[in-house]
Structures are given as structure tokens and as C-alpha cells.
């Protein structure tokens, strides 16, 4: 494999240079330490359960909102809106697809559920996430919880009035799963 001159002058100049390559401290990440609940348990674990909450809302108001995409005629309020049976069946599909996206990095000693939906802030430059495993299955249960407890209609009413009204109904409340209530009852354990 040749180098051209241009590049490697480019690659030796970066490390001559204060602030290049060269004078970066090493970066290092390690893989969070799961404790035996968050290895083997089929549930999710409680400290994990606002952002479980929040990432299925994410995915069941971007596919909501693909399907809605996909209309060719706004009803006659100038929406596209979707029948009874489509939302349905959106819904159902959100909670038995591929959950592969989504693991568990550790952000300042606090071990956090990451994928699609669910950064917050200033991404770390580098960390390990952990994926696979138990963690599909936990999601699409938790899916599964949300759509029995609340129903199709309910969810994709709240899906109308935008991302942050359906994460309201799945996440928010005196007993859900980002409430303060519940975060602090975590804390307390």
C-alpha cells in the first residue's frame, strides 16, 4: 500500500504540530460492569426504565410518523391520518422489531440505556456500549407493556399532538417511569 506524498506530510505534520495528533493524551473506554440483575433478569432493570420508556416512544412515533409519510391524501383538515387498522398494526410492528440498536454505555459512572432517540446532550468522544443480549427482548416487552396498558387509540392520538405528548402519556405521570416520584423511590433502594 503507497502512501501519496501529500497524505503522509499531512499524517507527520499532524504530529509536529502543537495540538496535533501527537499531543493527545491516549483515549480509553471500558465496557460498563452489569451487575447480575442486568445481565440475567428478563426485565428491565428500574434504573433503566425512563430511558427504555423513552426509546420506545421514539420508535413508535417515528414509525407513526413514516406511515403518515406514506399517505398520498391529507384529510380534510389538511392532515394525513391513518385508519384505525394501519396505526394498529404500526404499533405492532414497533414493538416486535429488531431492538438491536440500543445497549447500555456507562456516562459518568451511571449506567444508561443508549441507541436511536435517546442522546442527550454532548455525545462522550468515546465509550463502549453493550448490545445484544437481554436487551431486544426487555425493549420489546416494555413496548408490548406500554401498548396493552395505554391501547392503539390512546397512543396514536397522543402521536398526533407530537413526539413529546406521546413521551408525556408512555413516560410522564405521578407513576411513570421518568417521574420524579418513581426516580427518587430508585434512588431510596
Not at 123 to 136: A, L, Q, R
Not at 147 to 156: A, S, T, V
Request: hydrophobic share 35%; charged share 20%; proline share 6%.
Amino acid at each position: 500500500m503507497r502512501l501519496s506524498l501529500p497524505l503522509l506530510l499531512l499524517l507527520l505534520g499532524a504530529w509536529a504540530i502543537p495540538g496535533g495528533l501527537g499531543d493527545r493524551a491516549p483515549l480509553t473506554a471500558t465496557a460498563p460492569q452489569l451487575d447480575d440483575e442486568e445481565m440475567y433478569s428478563a426485565h428491565m432493570p428500574a434504573h433503566l426504565r425512563c430511558d427504555a420508556c423513552r426509546a420506545v416512544a421514539y420508535q413508535m412515533w417515528q414509525n407513526l410518523a413514516k406511515a403518515e409519510t406514506k399517505l398520498h391524501t391529507p384529510n380534510s383538515g389538511g392532515r394525513r391520518e391513518l385508519s384505525e387498522s394501519v396505526y394498529t398494526d404500526v404499533l405492532d410492528r414497533s414493538c416486535s422489531r429488531n431492538w438491536q440498536d440500543y445497549g447500555v454505555r456507562e456516562v459518568d459512572q451511571v449506567k444508561r440505556l443508549t441507541g436511536p432517540g435517546l442522546s442527550e446532550g454532548p455525545e462522550p468522544s468515546i465509550s463502549v456500549m453493550v448490545t445484544g443480549g437481554p436487551w431486544p427482548t426487555r425493549l420489546s416487552r416494555t413496548c408490548l407493556h406500554y401498548l396493552g396498558e395505554f391501547g392503539e387509540d390512546q397512543i396514536y392520538e397522543a402521536h398526533q399532538q407530537g413526539r413529546g405528548a406521546l413521551e408525556a402519556l408512555l413516560c410522564g405521570g405521578p407513576q411513570g417511569a421518568c417521574s420524579e416520584k418513581v426516580s427518587a423511590t430508585r434512588e431510596e433502594l
